[in-house]
């Protein structure tokens, strides 16, 4: 469990937990944990270690100039991209959403009703679409490619968008 592995290497890191199929519920209770009235959560997954810092950055500036509900990249390789999700919505799809898929993947219910929010999905950058290009971390497998990806860039951190599809068309290459 990450609370463990956390505790056991003494990170300060304050680690929330929660019931393994119902991630929206919570990401609302971790929302609620805090003294803050949050207006945005910034969603990243602990199996997409390779999310990429620009895009992080560039998708809340997005986000908060649109006052959009949710913002989200299209055409990024599958591991590297973010949501940003404003609070209120994040609250109300909690109390919407009772459907198992939704309830374990914490954003589908706004991607099943775009016209009921304002749902930004701009193409990163170039607008060319990378998402057959997979650094997610769900498998074994997953792992070790991701390991060969780190070990091209000299476990250089952090990785960039532009980092992964450079040494993925390269390896393509050979």
Not at 34 to 52: G, K, Q, S, W
Not at 108 to 113: G, R, S, T, V
Not at 133 to 153: A, C, H
Request: charged share 30%.
């Amino acid at each position: 469990m990450i609370k463990d592995f956390v505790n056991e290497f003494g990170f300060d890191i304050d680690v929330k937990v929660g019931d393994d199929e119902d991630v929206l519920g919570r990401f609302v209770k971790c929302v609620l944990s805090y003294d803050i009235n949050f207006e945005h959560v910034v969603r990243i997954t602990a199996d997409n270690p390779l999310t990429c810092p620009n895009a992080i950055d560039e998708a809340i500036k997005l986000h908060v100039e649109k006052k959009a509900d949710l913002t989200h990249f299209l055409g990024m390789p599958l591991g590297t991209g973010v949501e940003v999700i404003k609070a209120s919505v994040l609250f109300e799809i909690n109390e919407l959403a009772f459907e198992k898929y939704d309830r374990e993947h914490v954003t589908p219910y706004l991607y099943k009703h775009k016209n009921l929010y304002r749902v930004l999905e701009p193409f990163y950058k170039d607008g060319v679409d990378y998402q057959g290009i997979r650094v997610t971390i769900d498998y074994p497998v997953d792992l070790e490619s991701v390991d060969r990806l780190l070990s091209k860039l000299n476990y250089k951190i952090p990785v960039y968008v532009g980092d992964v599809i450079g040494v993925i068309e390269e390896l393509a290459r050979v």
